[in-house]
């Protein structure tokens, strides 16, 4: 059972590749993806968006990301901590992710 404000994550395992290619395909995902090479960081202050763009949007674009197994996003107090699952994503699909974050 989810314990309140935690959101689920597909276990390592679980992780697909059509998932993670297709959660990484959008630039303004991969974006977000690339500064989170650097660590952790709040939600709120992501600035790989515009900040015109709705928070809707923004919200959703974190979904696919973490639906893809990409990334966490947990609670942290009142707000919420975005993390790479760099050794997930290592361990499932070895130089997968630094491939995809290299490209220009």
Do not use: W, Y
Not at 60 to 65: C, E, F, P, Q, T
Request: net charge neutral; proline share 8%; glycine share 4%.
């Amino acid at each position: 059972m989810t314990a309140p404000g935690e959101l689920t994550h597909p276990d390592r395992d679980d992780i697909a590749l059509s998932s993670v290619l297709f959660a990484l395909s959008d630039p303004d995902r991969l974006e977000m993806v690339r500064q989170l090479r650097d660590g952790p960081m709040d939600a709120a202050n992501c600035t790989a968006l515009d900040p015109s763009i709705p928070k809707s949007t923004k919200s959703h674009l974190m979904k696919v990301l973490r639906e893809a197994g990409v990334i966490r996003n947990e609670p942290n107090g009142r707000h919420r901590t975005l993390t790479l699952r760099r050794a997930d994503l290592d361990a499932r699909f070895p130089g997968l992710l630094d491939s995809v974050l290299d490209a220009r």
